[in-house]
Protein backbone atom coordinates (compact mmCIF):
# COMPACT_ATOMS: atom_id res chain seq x y z
CA UNK A 1 0.00 0.00 0.00
CA UNK A 2 1.32 3.45 -0.96
CA UNK A 3 0.83 6.67 1.39
CA UNK A 4 1.15 9.87 0.10
CA UNK A 5 2.52 12.32 2.02
CA UNK A 6 2.94 15.56 0.12
CA UNK A 7 3.07 17.09 -3.18
CA UNK A 8 6.02 19.38 -4.45
CA UNK A 9 5.32 21.86 -7.32
CA UNK A 10 9.32 22.57 -8.63
CA UNK A 11 9.80 25.75 -10.44
CA UNK A 12 12.87 26.60 -12.75
CA UNK A 13 15.31 27.65 -10.26
CA UNK A 14 16.01 30.88 -12.86
CA UNK A 15 14.30 32.68 -14.92
CA UNK A 16 13.29 31.00 -17.98
CA UNK A 17 11.67 32.12 -21.96
CA UNK A 18 8.07 32.57 -21.75
CA UNK A 19 7.70 31.62 -25.16
CA UNK A 20 5.32 29.49 -27.65
CA UNK A 21 7.46 26.93 -28.61
CA UNK A 22 7.45 25.15 -31.98
CA UNK A 23 6.30 21.45 -32.32
CA UNK A 24 6.86 19.16 -35.01
CA UNK A 25 5.12 16.78 -37.01
CA UNK A 26 6.74 14.03 -34.97
CA UNK A 27 5.77 15.72 -31.91
CA UNK A 28 2.16 16.17 -33.53
CA UNK A 29 1.07 12.57 -33.45
CA UNK A 30 2.27 11.54 -30.48
CA UNK A 31 0.00 10.83 -27.15
CA UNK A 32 -0.73 13.37 -24.55
CA UNK A 33 0.24 10.90 -22.50
CA UNK A 34 3.00 10.32 -20.37
CA UNK A 35 5.93 7.78 -20.97
CA UNK A 36 5.94 5.65 -17.15
CA UNK A 37 9.05 4.78 -16.30
CA UNK A 38 10.58 3.41 -12.70
CA UNK A 39 13.91 3.40 -11.05
CA UNK A 40 14.79 1.40 -8.03
CA UNK A 41 17.55 1.65 -5.28
CA UNK A 42 18.31 0.07 -2.53
CA UNK A 43 18.98 1.50 1.00
CA UNK A 44 22.16 3.04 2.04
CA UNK A 45 24.39 5.63 4.30
CA UNK A 46 23.41 8.36 1.91
CA UNK A 47 20.04 7.74 1.38
CA UNK A 48 19.47 7.32 5.73
CA UNK A 49 21.16 10.53 6.21
CA UNK A 50 19.92 12.76 3.37
CA UNK A 51 16.75 14.14 2.27
CA UNK A 52 16.13 12.68 -0.32
CA UNK A 53 12.85 14.25 -1.40
CA UNK A 54 15.49 17.84 -0.90
CA UNK A 55 18.02 16.58 -3.25
CA UNK A 56 15.23 16.23 -5.56
CA UNK A 57 13.74 19.64 -5.66
CA UNK A 58 16.21 21.09 -5.87
CA UNK A 59 18.34 19.66 -8.76
CA UNK A 60 14.98 19.70 -10.60
CA UNK A 61 14.37 23.23 -9.97
CA UNK A 62 17.91 24.07 -11.16
CA UNK A 63 17.79 21.20 -14.43
CA UNK A 64 13.99 22.68 -15.70
CA UNK A 65 16.57 26.38 -16.09
CA UNK A 66 17.66 23.86 -19.15
CA UNK A 67 15.20 22.32 -20.28
CA UNK A 68 12.84 24.60 -19.48
CA UNK A 69 10.22 23.80 -21.84
CA UNK A 70 9.47 20.68 -19.74
CA UNK A 71 8.18 23.49 -16.92
CA UNK A 72 5.21 24.91 -19.56
CA UNK A 73 2.22 23.07 -20.91
CA UNK A 74 -0.01 22.18 -23.79
CA UNK A 75 -2.86 23.93 -25.44
CA UNK A 76 -5.37 22.55 -28.32
CA UNK A 77 -3.55 24.83 -31.18
CA UNK A 78 -6.30 27.43 -32.94
CA UNK A 79 -5.05 25.21 -36.33
CA UNK A 80 -7.53 22.67 -35.48
CA UNK A 81 -6.59 19.10 -36.95
CA UNK A 82 -6.21 18.18 -33.16
CA UNK A 83 -2.99 19.69 -32.99
CA UNK A 84 -1.50 21.49 -30.00
CA UNK A 85 1.10 23.80 -29.10
CA UNK A 86 3.06 24.30 -26.39
CA UNK A 87 3.21 27.23 -24.34
CA UNK A 88 6.61 27.57 -21.91
CA UNK A 89 5.38 29.45 -18.94
CA UNK A 90 7.27 27.54 -16.12
CA UNK A 91 4.36 26.72 -14.26
CA UNK A 92 6.52 23.81 -12.86
CA UNK A 93 6.58 20.18 -12.29
CA UNK A 94 4.78 18.31 -9.55
CA UNK A 95 7.23 15.72 -7.18
CA UNK A 96 4.81 13.71 -5.25
CA UNK A 97 6.37 12.07 -1.70
CA UNK A 98 5.25 9.12 -0.51
CA UNK A 99 5.61 5.88 1.52
CA UNK A 100 5.19 2.77 1.13
CA UNK A 101 4.90 -0.96 3.28
CA UNK A 102 6.42 -2.71 0.64
CA UNK A 103 10.58 -3.58 0.65
CA UNK A 104 12.19 -3.38 -2.40
CA UNK A 105 12.66 -7.10 -2.51
CA UNK A 106 9.27 -7.46 -2.49
CA UNK A 107 9.00 -6.35 -6.57
CA UNK A 108 10.94 -9.65 -7.53
CA UNK A 109 11.96 -9.15 -11.07
CA UNK A 110 10.12 -5.89 -11.50
CA UNK A 111 7.91 -7.64 -13.36
CA UNK A 112 6.00 -4.29 -14.85
CA UNK A 113 2.50 -5.59 -12.66
CA UNK A 114 0.11 -3.06 -11.03
CA UNK A 115 1.61 -2.78 -7.85
CA UNK A 116 5.28 -0.58 -10.41
CA UNK A 117 2.19 1.27 -11.57
CA UNK A 118 0.93 2.57 -8.16
CA UNK A 119 4.91 3.73 -7.50
CA UNK A 120 4.20 6.36 -10.91
CA UNK A 121 1.85 9.15 -10.83
CA UNK A 122 -1.13 8.56 -12.14
CA UNK A 123 -3.18 11.08 -14.70
CA UNK A 124 -6.25 12.35 -15.39
CA UNK A 125 -6.34 12.97 -18.93
CA UNK A 126 -9.78 13.95 -18.87
CA UNK A 127 -8.42 17.50 -17.12
CA UNK A 128 -8.07 20.56 -19.68
CA UNK A 129 -5.00 19.75 -21.52
CA UNK A 130 -3.45 23.11 -20.46
CA UNK A 131 -3.62 21.98 -16.51
CA UNK A 132 -2.04 18.68 -17.23
CA UNK A 133 2.21 18.84 -16.16
CA UNK A 134 4.37 17.34 -19.30
CA UNK A 135 6.38 15.67 -16.41
CA UNK A 136 5.34 13.88 -13.21
CA UNK A 137 7.32 12.97 -10.16
CA UNK A 138 6.59 10.35 -7.39
CA UNK A 139 9.68 9.54 -4.77
CA UNK A 140 8.32 6.03 -2.64
CA UNK A 141 10.34 5.39 0.34
CA UNK A 142 10.23 1.79 1.28
CA UNK A 143 10.07 0.18 4.57
CA UNK A 144 13.96 -1.12 3.75
CA UNK A 145 15.01 2.41 3.93
CA UNK A 146 15.30 1.75 -0.05
CA UNK A 147 13.45 4.07 -2.34
CA UNK A 148 11.77 4.60 -6.24
CA UNK A 149 11.68 7.63 -8.59
CA UNK A 150 8.51 6.75 -10.48
CA UNK A 151 9.06 8.91 -13.60
CA UNK A 152 6.21 10.39 -16.53
CA UNK A 153 7.37 12.42 -19.24
CA UNK A 154 4.66 13.43 -22.08
CA UNK A 155 5.39 11.60 -25.34
CA UNK A 156 4.79 14.91 -27.20
CA UNK A 157 7.87 16.17 -25.21
CA UNK A 158 10.43 13.96 -25.52
CA UNK A 159 11.09 10.25 -27.15
CA UNK A 160 13.47 8.19 -25.51
CA UNK A 161 16.97 9.24 -25.96
CA UNK A 162 15.71 12.58 -25.27
CA UNK A 163 13.93 11.74 -21.60
CA UNK A 164 17.05 9.97 -20.46
CA UNK A 165 19.15 12.62 -21.26
CA UNK A 166 16.98 14.54 -19.37
CA UNK A 167 17.08 11.99 -16.30
CA UNK A 168 20.97 12.13 -16.56
CA UNK A 169 21.21 15.87 -16.53
CA UNK A 170 18.99 16.25 -13.47
CA UNK A 171 21.14 13.17 -11.63
CA UNK A 172 24.53 15.14 -12.64
CA UNK A 173 23.28 18.13 -11.03
CA UNK A 174 21.81 16.18 -8.11
CA UNK A 175 25.18 14.70 -7.67
CA UNK A 176 27.56 17.76 -8.50
CA UNK A 177 28.77 15.88 -11.29
CA UNK A 178 30.15 17.77 -14.67
CA UNK A 179 30.19 18.48 -17.16
CA UNK A 180 26.58 19.84 -17.96
CA UNK A 181 25.16 19.11 -21.69
CA UNK A 182 22.06 21.10 -22.05
CA UNK A 183 19.93 19.96 -24.55
CA UNK A 184 19.35 21.40 -27.98
CA UNK A 185 16.10 22.88 -28.38
CA UNK A 186 14.97 23.88 -31.55
CA UNK A 187 12.65 21.62 -33.32
CA UNK A 188 12.46 23.82 -36.48
CA UNK A 189 15.73 22.06 -37.44
CA UNK A 190 13.76 19.15 -38.88
CA UNK A 191 12.17 21.15 -40.98
CA UNK A 192 13.34 22.15 -45.02
CA UNK A 193 12.97 23.65 -47.80
CA UNK A 194 14.12 21.71 -50.48
CA UNK A 195 12.24 20.13 -52.77
CA UNK A 196 11.43 16.94 -52.09
CA UNK A 197 12.68 13.80 -54.48
CA UNK A 198 10.06 11.51 -53.78
CA UNK A 199 6.73 11.59 -51.67
CA UNK A 200 6.36 9.42 -48.04
CA UNK A 201 4.24 6.02 -48.84
CA UNK A 202 1.75 6.14 -46.09
CA UNK A 203 1.10 2.56 -46.53
CA UNK A 204 3.29 2.18 -43.09
CA UNK A 205 0.70 4.19 -41.34
CA UNK A 206 -2.84 2.70 -42.13
CA UNK A 207 -4.70 0.85 -39.53
CA UNK A 208 -3.23 -2.87 -38.47
CA UNK A 209 -5.25 -6.07 -39.65
CA UNK A 210 -8.15 -7.17 -37.88
CA UNK A 211 -9.22 -10.83 -36.68
CA UNK A 212 -10.18 -12.65 -40.19
CA UNK A 213 -13.74 -12.88 -39.18
CA UNK A 214 -14.05 -9.97 -37.21
CA UNK A 215 -14.98 -6.73 -38.51
CA UNK A 216 -13.53 -4.42 -36.02
CA UNK A 217 -11.20 -5.54 -32.89
CA UNK A 218 -13.60 -4.03 -29.99
CA UNK A 219 -14.28 -8.31 -28.52
CA UNK A 220 -10.41 -8.25 -29.21
CA UNK A 221 -9.63 -4.95 -26.82
CA UNK A 222 -12.38 -6.24 -24.10
CA UNK A 223 -10.18 -9.33 -23.58
CA UNK A 224 -8.42 -9.04 -19.87
CA UNK A 225 -4.51 -9.07 -20.79
CA UNK A 226 -1.21 -10.33 -18.22
CA UNK A 227 2.21 -9.34 -18.21
CA UNK A 228 5.62 -11.18 -18.14
CA UNK A 229 9.10 -10.61 -17.59
CA UNK A 230 11.31 -13.28 -19.51
CA UNK A 231 15.03 -13.29 -19.84
CA UNK A 232 16.74 -14.37 -22.73
CA UNK A 233 20.40 -15.11 -22.40
CA UNK A 234 23.40 -14.15 -24.32
CA UNK A 235 23.55 -17.84 -25.67
CA UNK A 236 19.74 -17.82 -26.52
CA UNK A 237 19.98 -14.74 -28.32
CA UNK A 238 23.36 -15.49 -30.24
CA UNK A 239 21.34 -18.79 -30.94
CA UNK A 240 18.56 -16.42 -32.67
CA UNK A 241 21.25 -14.80 -34.90
CA UNK A 242 23.16 -18.16 -35.88
CA UNK A 243 19.70 -19.85 -37.25
CA UNK A 244 18.66 -16.25 -38.84
CA UNK A 245 21.72 -15.81 -40.25
CA UNK A 246 22.51 -19.29 -41.77
CA UNK A 247 20.04 -18.09 -44.86
CA UNK A 248 21.64 -15.08 -44.49
CA UNK A 249 23.29 -14.91 -48.10
CA UNK A 250 25.88 -12.07 -47.87
CA UNK A 251 26.58 -10.22 -50.94
CA UNK A 252 29.91 -8.92 -52.54
CA UNK A 253 30.03 -6.05 -50.09
CA UNK A 254 27.65 -6.67 -48.18
CA UNK A 255 29.04 -8.19 -44.79
CA UNK A 256 26.41 -6.40 -42.37
CA UNK A 257 24.79 -9.79 -40.44
CA UNK A 258 21.65 -9.53 -38.74
CA UNK A 259 21.18 -7.56 -35.14
CA UNK A 260 20.37 -9.06 -31.76
CA UNK A 261 17.17 -6.64 -32.19
CA UNK A 262 16.33 -8.09 -35.70
CA UNK A 263 16.63 -12.02 -34.87
CA UNK A 264 15.18 -11.61 -31.00
CA UNK A 265 12.18 -9.47 -32.57
CA UNK A 266 11.74 -11.58 -35.23
CA UNK A 267 11.52 -14.32 -32.88
CA UNK A 268 8.85 -12.85 -30.74
CA UNK A 269 6.37 -11.86 -33.87
CA UNK A 270 6.63 -15.72 -34.66
CA UNK A 271 5.93 -17.11 -30.92
CA UNK A 272 3.03 -14.48 -30.89
CA UNK A 273 1.25 -16.21 -33.80
CA UNK A 274 1.79 -19.17 -33.03
CA UNK A 275 0.06 -19.26 -29.65
CA UNK A 276 -2.59 -17.11 -30.66
CA UNK A 277 -3.56 -19.88 -33.00
CA UNK A 278 -3.76 -17.81 -36.17
CA UNK A 279 -5.27 -19.47 -39.11
CA UNK A 280 -2.68 -19.23 -42.52
CA UNK A 281 -3.95 -16.55 -44.13
CA UNK A 282 -4.17 -14.33 -41.14
CA UNK A 283 -2.29 -10.79 -42.33
CA UNK A 284 0.01 -9.51 -39.29
CA UNK A 285 2.01 -6.83 -38.73
CA UNK A 286 5.03 -6.17 -36.87
CA UNK A 287 5.02 -2.41 -35.57
CA UNK A 288 8.01 -0.22 -33.86
CA UNK A 289 9.82 2.86 -34.18
CA UNK A 290 13.21 3.68 -35.40
CA UNK A 291 15.13 6.59 -34.18
CA UNK A 292 16.49 8.96 -37.87
CA UNK A 293 18.97 11.23 -35.68
CA UNK A 294 21.44 9.97 -37.66
CA UNK A 295 19.44 8.81 -40.82
CA UNK A 296 19.60 12.95 -41.97
CA UNK A 297 21.72 14.80 -43.97
CA UNK A 298 23.13 16.72 -41.92
CA UNK A 299 22.22 14.54 -38.83
CA UNK A 300 20.55 15.93 -36.09
CA UNK A 301 22.56 17.10 -33.01
CA UNK A 302 23.63 14.63 -30.45
CA UNK A 303 21.93 16.39 -28.11
CA UNK A 304 18.73 17.31 -30.14
CA UNK A 305 15.62 17.11 -27.44
CA UNK A 306 12.10 16.40 -28.91
CA UNK A 307 11.25 13.46 -31.10
CA UNK A 308 13.20 12.44 -34.06
CA UNK A 309 11.28 8.78 -34.39
CA UNK A 310 9.83 7.46 -37.47
CA UNK A 311 7.25 4.50 -37.74
CA UNK A 312 8.01 1.34 -39.26
CA UNK A 313 6.08 -1.60 -40.00
CA UNK A 314 6.86 -5.54 -41.14
CA UNK A 315 4.14 -7.51 -42.75
CA UNK A 316 3.26 -11.10 -43.56
CA UNK A 317 0.57 -13.77 -42.75
CA UNK A 318 1.06 -16.37 -40.04
CA UNK A 319 1.40 -18.79 -42.04
CA UNK A 320 4.60 -17.91 -43.62
CA UNK A 321 5.82 -16.54 -40.50
CA UNK A 322 5.66 -19.80 -38.66
CA UNK A 323 6.11 -22.32 -42.60
CA UNK A 324 9.63 -20.59 -43.04
CA UNK A 325 13.10 -20.79 -40.71
CA UNK A 326 13.06 -17.24 -38.63
CA UNK A 327 15.33 -15.93 -41.29
CA UNK A 328 12.83 -14.90 -43.45
CA UNK A 329 11.06 -12.87 -40.63
CA UNK A 330 14.34 -11.17 -40.04
CA UNK A 331 14.61 -10.40 -43.74
CA UNK A 332 10.90 -8.14 -43.43
CA UNK A 333 12.08 -6.48 -40.16
CA UNK A 334 15.39 -5.56 -41.85
CA UNK A 335 13.79 -4.86 -45.12
CA UNK A 336 11.66 -2.39 -42.85
CA UNK A 337 14.48 -0.62 -40.83
CA UNK A 338 16.84 -0.08 -44.01
CA UNK A 339 13.77 1.87 -45.58
CA UNK A 340 14.75 4.31 -43.16
CA UNK A 341 16.99 7.14 -45.20
CA UNK A 342 17.34 10.70 -45.11
CA UNK A 343 15.01 10.99 -48.18
CA UNK A 344 11.99 9.02 -46.62
CA UNK A 345 12.12 10.19 -43.38
CA UNK A 346 12.16 14.04 -44.97
CA UNK A 347 8.91 12.69 -46.88
CA UNK A 348 7.60 11.38 -43.72
CA UNK A 349 7.87 14.57 -42.36
CA UNK A 350 5.96 16.54 -44.82
CA UNK A 351 2.96 14.11 -44.92
CA UNK A 352 2.56 14.63 -41.11
CA UNK A 353 2.64 17.77 -41.77
CA UNK A 354 -0.37 17.90 -44.58
CA UNK A 355 -2.54 15.79 -42.67
CA UNK A 356 -6.22 17.95 -41.83
CA UNK A 357 -6.28 16.17 -38.57
CA UNK A 358 -3.15 14.07 -36.73
CA UNK A 359 -5.70 13.21 -34.01
CA UNK A 360 -6.31 8.94 -35.19
CA UNK A 361 -2.31 8.74 -34.67
CA UNK A 362 -2.93 9.21 -30.78
CA UNK A 363 -4.16 6.56 -28.45
CA UNK A 364 -6.70 8.81 -26.57
CA UNK A 365 -8.69 11.16 -27.85
CA UNK A 366 -9.44 15.12 -26.83
CA UNK A 367 -11.11 14.04 -23.71
CA UNK A 368 -8.89 11.46 -22.34
CA UNK A 369 -10.90 8.62 -23.84
CA UNK A 370 -9.54 5.22 -25.64
CA UNK A 371 -9.36 5.14 -29.17
CA UNK A 372 -6.89 5.11 -31.78
CA UNK A 373 -5.47 2.06 -33.65
CA UNK A 374 -5.72 -1.23 -32.17
CA UNK A 375 -1.93 -3.29 -32.03
CA UNK A 376 -3.21 -6.17 -30.05
CA UNK A 377 -4.19 -9.85 -31.71
CA UNK A 378 -3.26 -10.37 -34.76
CA UNK A 379 -0.43 -7.61 -34.53
CA UNK A 380 2.47 -6.51 -32.52
CA UNK A 381 3.75 -3.35 -31.31
CA UNK A 382 7.71 -3.75 -29.82
CA UNK A 383 9.89 -1.16 -28.43
CA UNK A 384 13.34 -1.10 -28.47
CA UNK A 385 15.43 -0.10 -25.31
CA UNK A 386 18.68 -2.08 -26.82
CA UNK A 387 20.38 0.99 -27.92
CA UNK A 388 19.62 3.21 -24.94
CA UNK A 389 22.31 4.69 -22.41
CA UNK A 390 19.39 3.58 -19.73
CA UNK A 391 21.16 2.73 -16.49
CA UNK A 392 23.27 5.12 -14.30
CA UNK A 393 20.88 7.06 -13.06
CA UNK A 394 23.08 8.82 -9.00
CA UNK A 395 21.10 11.33 -7.51
CA UNK A 396 23.54 10.85 -4.88
CA UNK A 397 22.86 7.74 -3.15
CA UNK A 398 24.22 5.22 -5.95
CA UNK A 399 22.87 3.77 -8.82
CA UNK A 400 19.59 3.14 -9.52
CA UNK A 401 19.45 -1.31 -8.90
CA UNK A 402 16.74 -1.39 -11.40
CA UNK A 403 15.40 0.97 -14.53
CA UNK A 404 12.10 -0.05 -16.28
CA UNK A 405 8.79 0.52 -17.91
CA UNK A 406 5.98 1.19 -15.94
CA UNK A 407 2.62 -1.07 -16.18
CA UNK A 408 1.14 0.83 -19.03
CA UNK A 409 0.75 -2.30 -21.54
CA UNK A 410 -1.80 -3.09 -24.24
CA UNK A 411 -2.04 -6.85 -25.91
CA UNK A 412 0.61 -7.03 -27.92
CA UNK A 413 3.04 -4.01 -26.06
CA UNK A 414 6.51 -5.23 -25.87
CA UNK A 415 10.05 -4.42 -24.80
CA UNK A 416 13.24 -5.45 -25.33
CA UNK A 417 15.51 -3.98 -22.43
CA UNK A 418 18.84 -4.67 -22.17
CA UNK A 419 19.92 -6.61 -18.61
CA UNK A 420 20.75 -3.90 -15.82
CA UNK A 421 23.92 -6.18 -15.32
CA UNK A 422 25.66 -5.54 -18.92
CA UNK A 423 25.79 -9.70 -19.06
CA UNK A 424 24.45 -9.38 -23.12
CA UNK A 425 21.09 -11.27 -22.41
CA UNK A 426 18.20 -9.45 -22.80
CA UNK A 427 14.89 -8.66 -20.86
CA UNK A 428 11.66 -9.08 -22.11
CA UNK A 429 8.23 -6.98 -21.06
CA UNK A 430 5.28 -8.50 -22.96
CA UNK A 431 1.61 -7.71 -22.51
CA UNK A 432 -0.47 -10.86 -24.21
CA UNK A 433 -4.45 -11.40 -23.97
CA UNK A 434 -4.56 -13.88 -20.84
CA UNK A 435 -5.87 -17.14 -23.01
CA UNK A 436 -2.56 -16.82 -24.99
CA UNK A 437 0.24 -16.07 -22.59
CA UNK A 438 1.07 -19.51 -21.27
CA UNK A 439 1.24 -20.95 -25.00
CA UNK A 440 3.51 -17.72 -25.59
CA UNK A 441 6.00 -18.43 -22.59
CA UNK A 442 6.32 -22.11 -23.77
CA UNK A 443 7.19 -21.21 -27.33
CA UNK A 444 9.35 -18.35 -26.66
CA UNK A 445 12.00 -20.51 -25.15
CA UNK A 446 11.00 -24.22 -26.27
CA UNK A 447 11.70 -22.40 -30.18
CA UNK A 448 14.77 -20.97 -29.62
Known amino acids: MVTFKATHIVKPAEPTPEEIMYLNACDQIKDITHTPTIYFYRNNDKLDNGDAIGVLRDSLSKVLVLF ?61 IDEIPLVIVQLTRFKCGGVSIGLGVCHVMADGPSALHFVDEWAKIARGAEPIIPPFLDRKVLETDKLLASKFDPAVLRPPPSLIGEEDNMEQRKKPIAVAFLNLT ?72 GNALIRVEAADTSGNL ?34 PDVGRFRSLDNNGRPKGDFYGNPNLAIISWTALPLYGADFGWGKEIHMGPGSMGFDGKTFIIPSHDGDGSFNIAIWLQEENMGAFKKCFYDDI
Open 68 to 128: YPLAGRLKWSAEGGSRVELHCNGRGVPIHEAVSEAAVEDFGDFTPTPEIQALIPSVDYTTP
Open 234 to 305: KIQIEKLRNKASEELNLEAGNSRGYSRFEAVAAHIWRCTSKARRHVDEQPTSLHFVADFRNKLRPALPKNFF
Open 322 to 355: LSNPIGAAVRKIRAAVEKVTDETVRGYLDFLKGL
